[in-house]
């Protein structure tokens, strides 16, 4: 790549940046369903024409901004999988930390719990392709954990895909909302114990 493309790929991330950054501002305000391109292009004080030269639809401006979103996830589930303690209590932590994370975006961020809610009822690639990054994070981890003797020998892939599946409910944006209308005895500590106690 020469100086010329290099230059015209940046202004192309640049642009591309400043578009999430509007659709994901005015989404905080107005909502998935009520913000459309129009909206973006009129916060960034260019033609709709423009926004359509780097994005094919408003659904893809939103596939965008779901994934930088779950890029964050990402981010502090790779950072705790790399913390020097046992492979038990980074298991622990992570479904506890994503549990957190969710309910305060439930709490303090409601439009963007709409879109969460929504990307996954509709099964966005997106979705797919965080919850298998996540799966292989897990694994690696429950791999560390029977080489160190905490966890019984085991297929790791099938342990981390049964054990995000019995602690789904702690991080699923809409089963969690369900819960939080219901009387239950159990905490969330209760049932990641319950999900380790299964491989160990």
């Known amino acids: 790549m ?6 015209l790929d940046a202004t192309r991330q640049d642009n591309t940046c400043r578009i999430l950054n509007a659709a994901e501002r005015l989404f905080k305000h107005y909502g998935y369903t009520k913000t459309n391109v ?5 916060d ?18 939103h596939h965008a901004l779901a994934k930088r979103m779950l890029e964050e996830a990402y981010v502090a589930a790779a950072a705790n999988a790399q913390r020097p303690v ?16 969710t309910l305060e975006t439930m709490f ?4 963007v719990h709409e879109m969460v809610v929504v990307a996954m009822e ?9 919850l298998e990054r996540i799966r292989l994070l897990l694994a690696d981890l429950v791999r560390q954990g029977i080489a160190a003797g905490e966890f019984r020998e085991q297929n790791a892939d099938l342990a ?22 219901e009387t239950r005895i159990g905490t969330p500590e209760d049932l990641v114990e319950f999900a380790l106690r299964a491989i160990r």
């Not at 020469?2 to 230059?7: G, I, L, M, R």
């Not at 129009?38 to 009129?42: P, S």
């Not at 038990?88 to 992570?94: A, K, P, Q």
């Open 86 to 101: 046992s492979a038990t209590e980074r298991l622990r932590d992570h479904v506890l930390q994503q549990h957190r994370m």
């Open 108 to 111: 303090s961020e409601k439009k």
């Open 38 to 42: 129009a909206d973006i292009a009129r």
């Open 44 to 61: 960034l004080g260019m033609s709709p024409a423009n926004i359509y030269r780097f994005f094919s639809s408003k659904a893809d401006i």
């Open 160 to 181: 981390a895909e049964c054990f995000m599946s019995s602690s789904v409910m702690l991080c699923h944006p809409q089963l969690i909302a369900d819960a939080l209308l």
């Open 2 to 7: 020469d100086v010329q493309e290099q230059a």
């Open 122 to 130: 509709q099964q966005w690639p997106v979705i797919q392709q965080h």
